[in-house]
């Protein structure tokens, strides 16, 4: 797979200044230094566009959309991490956390998340290596408010002295909630590798220690050194602001030039480090880890300056295509017919500005890990190839081709994602280009690429390997996680084996792409659905049901098939749900070469596997999408196992399940709470038990039993005649064994969900030894799911979730992971909350009840002007249009799964909303979620660390002795036997029951 260059796969995105080109733009008057209104944009964006120069060298892009249901804005600072003075580590990422807790104009602590939160927005911010990123979204009506808050924060914040040290420990929880994470443990050892007198060695997140501890003993003071940081760095001439609105370019320009014009210009400069962390005396390495998870890879890395100035001609883009290519001939080819590896990555990592890594990222099988070092001479081996074949100009013109076809029709962005995507590239980049950055390539630069190639030599590489068999050997440890491991020479003589890499007649440049699509016009003929809310049923027979909608709405030549193929088999016992697992592995993984041209040329596929059987969804340029298709039901329905693959994939399955260990605790409480609650399901103590045993035999046998046991439904969405759809629906049916039996209907009914009686609290407990962290998760049933409770639920948890997150993670500092929200499944729902901390549960438990407790009063003073607010939010929140046509589809498709066909679920629900009142919602808070209740329904799940430094078993209670004493769930099977099941929410519309259905 190629890494684009203009992604990076660790926290730093950093981006690097380019000089605008001369005489670009125009003159304006004083508010405006500079107008720029040539941006080129795709031919299909029917988005405007205006970039801006301020009087304080702000650099500004706003975006015009009459039509956007949400306004963004994304503000970027160009610096980083890597500016932390060396005696404050952290300070960079510990000034973000601080800017939202008040400003000298709206003091307030939780003002920007409480108005952001009554009118539909959001917000978050992130600190890489050279760059600090603020964002929000909000419902178009309030961007100027919203902007005017936000601008506040780099014109005059607060730094109180209360607030910093609280915050601080939110700043500590975040290091505390990575600190067993392997991502964040590998990214920290590459940096402390680094050359100790660079910056790219530093520890970029801070800790309590970092920023309190070593400072305090040190006579430091932070808040001081926080309001110094913020002004030295802090400096409009060094930020990029992009806005989008329903507003006209004008009126955007004249709210952003009065907000913004006001950030102070210190005339600072961005530094950039052209100088690379990774001198040669630190190359020629080879690094061994030993990770939490059990995991193995092999990254192959190389020091490269910052090639981003050259992204008209895209050297390092060339190179990744054909490293990380997977068709035949290519490296990964060459490695999975050797059973070393499974997947592969390859290109351009910014580390920050002025210097950057070309890296190849191997996933190691069992064997693999045995034979790294002949790996890498694979490697170049086919940079040998490269060199000896030449830059090829056809391959780089079907690059060019494919990436301006994807720009010309891309999807429309969600708004968020929009203005922090091009915030970063407004940095460094001309603004005429800002939108086709990374798409256009217009330069061909064979040069380039031979100079990029010329650096990929075992004189300057880093090799490192992860896996669980270096214990023994990793005697070092990293200071910050604490990871183990070893960094040694590479032996002279395995350097001169890597020099001597000849190109081999195995390895060898793609063929031409045969998946571009040729015909790229939009369907014209008339069709009664391309209208219409709902998709119709076009194919009912026992075996098959085919949903068709032609889009109106999107109008690009794109389409979006997906199918479930549904077998009572699939999740019969344990050991046929490992086979439905390692059955789809073992698909993508034959399907890879095959496919992966096809992905180049647009087209997402993916076969994945649920609790009723196989699902299958392709989307993208509908010319080819039906080869694509074809292909993929000759290999489900043909499979035979490829024994040594299906070893591969077995280990890889059993590891996956392991290693669920060591994820967060709060994912454990989720899946602890699903356990419960869901009428069946296997543990994955039981999984792992049963998936030892299964044989490539078995599974032959069941893949083949699974297709002659099947019912097929599907959804064709999009640019599609429903000939078309109809003709490739009947081409899936006949490639189905002639001997298939359709289901009966009762085998097509969902899973249903546990009810707990009225009144009643059950609690689950479990320890985790791999985090400090414990969690608590609380669970309040709601019923069925019905239009009023529906929008009632979701208008509750829209009113708590700020008060929420400000009482539990802002001012008790509970822990970093705080979440209220409404929780769906089976049909059934309820109102969750989450606390990830490193209190004990029982203790968190009781927190959550406080703030419980405190809400009724909350809710019953909450201003009728409040709660419209709040109300109009949900209701804008639902009426969101999908941006892109796989989003419309899902929605479709998810009504379609849950046997509900509400196509019309945001109009009715917003209707049933615009009908419910404060008393309603107060009433309904009484009923289901109040300590007080007699008819609550509660379900606690506690994991308890029993990690050093965790909470442990002890638990001192704030409370006298509790009035009411959970029941403890001890045996799911027995508490699972002994309650009823809710029953199926009905069908919204009046649609016959799938399936075969008996006639007597």
């Known amino acids: 797979m190629t890494v684009p260059q203009c992604v990076t796969r660790s926290l730093s995105r950093g981006q690097s200044p380019v000089e605008a080109r001369p005489g670009s733009g125009t003159d304006s008057p004083v508010d405006v230094v500079k107008r720029y209104n040539d941006i080129v944009k795709s031919q299909e964006d029917k988005r405007e566009y205006r970039g801006l120069q301020l009087p304080n060298h702000m650099k500004v892009l706003l975006v015009s959309d009459p039509t956007t249901d949400k306004s963004a804005a994304a503000l970027d600072v160009n610096i980083g991490y890597l500016s932390d003075p060396d005696e404050l580590p952290g300070l960079a990422h510990f000034c973000e956390h601080m800017l939202f807790m008040g400003t000298e104009k709206y003091p307030e602590e939780n003002e920007y998340n409480k108005f952001l939160s009554e009118h539909g927005g959001s917000s978050n911010a992130s600190t890489s290596s050279d760059h600090t990123t603020y964002y929000f979204d ?59 007198d660079h910056p790219f060695h530093k520890f970029g997140t801070g800790n309590r220690e970092t920023l309190e501890t070593i400072p305090k003993e040190k006579g430091i003071d932070v808040r001081k050194e926080l309001l110094n940081f913020h002004k030295k760095w802090y400096s409009a001439n060094i930020m990029t602001l992009v806005v989008m609105g329903k507003e006209s370019l004008d009126e955007l320009e004249e709210m952003v030039v009065k907000l913004f014009s006001v950030v102070e210009d210190r005339a600072v ?45 895209g050297p390092g883009h060339y190179i990744s295509h054909l490293l990380g290519h997977e068709g035949p ?64 100009r056809w391959v780089w013109e079907e690059q060019r081709d494919l990436m301006a076809m994807e720009f010309r029709f891309k999807d429309a962005q969600e708004p968020r994602a929009l203005v922090v995507g091009h915030v970063h590239l407004l940095q460094e980049f001309p603004m005429q280009d800002i939108l086709s950055t990374y798409y256009l390539l217009s330069d061909w630069r064979p ?62 440049l793609p063929p031409p792409n045969e998946f571009i699509p040729t015909k790229l016009d939009l369907e014209k003929s008339p069709d009664p659905t391309a209208d219409a809310i ?77 609790k009723y059987g196989l699902s299958i969804t392709i989307d993208g340029y509908d010319d080819k999408l039906h080869v694509l298709l074809e292909k993929l039901i000759e290999h489900i329905v043909g499979f035979k196992a490829d024994p040594q693959r299906f070893a591969i994939m077995k280990e890889s399955h059993i590891r996956a399940i392991k290693n669920f260990e060591a994820e967060q605790p709060y994912q454990h409480a989720v899946y602890q709470q699903a356990l419960c609650l869901s009428d069946l399901v296997w543990t994955r103590c039981q999984l792992v038990e049963s998936a030892e045993s299964i044989t490539p035999e078995q599974l032959n046998e069941f893949s083949a039993q699974f297709i002659r046991k099947v019912h097929v439904e599907g959804l064709m969405f999009g640019n599609l005649t429903r000939e078309r ?30 009810e707990i009686e009225k009144g009643a609290w059950y609690v689950r407990e479990i320890e985790n030894s791999v985090h400090k962290s414990s969690c608590a998760s609380l669970y309040y049933a709601c019923g069925v799911r019905r239009a009023r409770d529906n929008v009632t639920l979701e208008l509750l948890a829209q009113a708590l979730s700020e008060p929420c997150f400000h009482a539990l993670r802002t001012q008790e500092q509970l822990g970093y992971i705080v979440f209220s929200g409404v929780r769906r499944s089976n049909g059934v729902q309820g109102l969750r909350f989450i606390v990830q901390s490193d209190r004990h549960p029982a203790y968190l438990e009781e927190r959550i009840e406080k703030f419980i407790e405190g809400s009724q009063d909350y809710l019953e003073k909450m201003t009728e002007e409040e709660f419209l607010k709040h109300r109009a939010a949900l209701a804008a929140q639902k009426l ?14 998810n009504e379609i799964t849950a046997q509900v066909y509400n196509f019309d679920r945001p109009r009715v629900e917003v209707d049933e909303l615009n009908t419910v009142t404060k008393q309603d919602l107060i009433e309904f808070f009484k009923k289901h979620v109040s300590p007080n209740s007699a008819d609550r329904q509660k379900l606690s799940v506690y ?50 029951r799938k399936g075969a259905h008996c006639k007597l």
């Open 725 to 754: 759809a109809l003709s490739v629906a009947d081409t899936i049916e006949n490639k189905l064994p002639k001997d298939a039996t359709p289901l009966l209907a009762q085998q097509l009914l969902l899973y249903r969900e546990v």
């Open 447 to 508: 040069d380039l690429i031979e100079e990029l190639l010329s650096l990929l030599t075992p004189d300057n590489v880093r090799v490192g390997v992860v896996a669980k068999c270096f214990e023994s050997k990793c005697t070092k440890t990293e200071p910050w996680y604490g990871t183990k491991y070893l960094q040694e020479d590479i032996e002279e003589a395995r350097l001169n084996e890597w020099k001597a890499a000849k190109p081999t007649k195995e390895l060898h």
């Open 880 to 893: 969101e249009r999908p941006k892109r046509l796989s989003g419309k589809a899902s929605q479709l498709w």
């Open 534 to 610: 709902a998709p119709v049923i076009i194919k009912d027979t026992p075996l098959m049901r085919l949903w068709y909608k032609r889009d109106n709405e999107f109008m690009l030549p794109k389409a979006f098939i997906t199918l479930d193929l549904v077998s009572p088999l699939a999740y019969a016992e344990p050991a046929s749900c490992n086979l439905t697992s390692v059955w789809v592995l073992l698909l993508r993984d034959s399907l890879q070469q095959f496919a992966y041209a096809a992905e180049l040329a647009g087209l997402r596929w993916s076969v994945g596997n649920a």
């Open 269 to 313: 400069t961005a530094p950039s480090w052209p100088v690379h962390p990774f001198p040669p005396p630190l190359r020629r390495k080879r690094a061994y880890c030993y990770p939490v998870k059990d995991l193995r890879s092999l990254s192959i890395d190389f020091p490269i300056p910052d090639t981003r100035k050259h992204y008209k001609s």
């Open 329 to 392: 001939g290519s490296l990964l080819s060459a490695l999975k017919a050797r059973g070393w590896c499974n997947s592969l990555v390859g290109g351009t990592r910014i580390g920050a500005r002025g210097f950057a890594f070309f890296g190849v990222q191997v996933d190691l099988t069992e064997d693999g890990v045995k034979h790294t070092d002949e790996i890498v001479e694979l490697v170049f081996q086919y940079i040998e190839m490269l060199r000896a074949e030449g830059p090829r």
């Open 138 to 196: 909000v419902l178009p009506q309030h961007l100027g408010k919203a902007l005017d808050i936000f601008a506040q924060f780099f014109v005059s914040p607060l730094f109180t002295e209360s607030a910093t040290g609280r915050e601080l420990s939110a700043v500590n929880s975040e290091h505390e909630k990575n600190a067993s994470s392997d991502m964040w443990r590998l990214d920290q050892l590459n940096k402390s590798t680094a050359h100790k």
């Open 943 to 992: 994991v308890v660390s029993t990690a050093e430094g965790g909470a442990g078993k002890q638990h001192e209670s704030d409370d006298e002795k509790k009035s009411l004493e959970p029941v403890v769930i001890r045996d799911l099977v027995d508490f699972k036997s002994r309650r009823r099941l809710y029953p199926h929410p009905a069908p919204f519309t009046n649609i016959p």
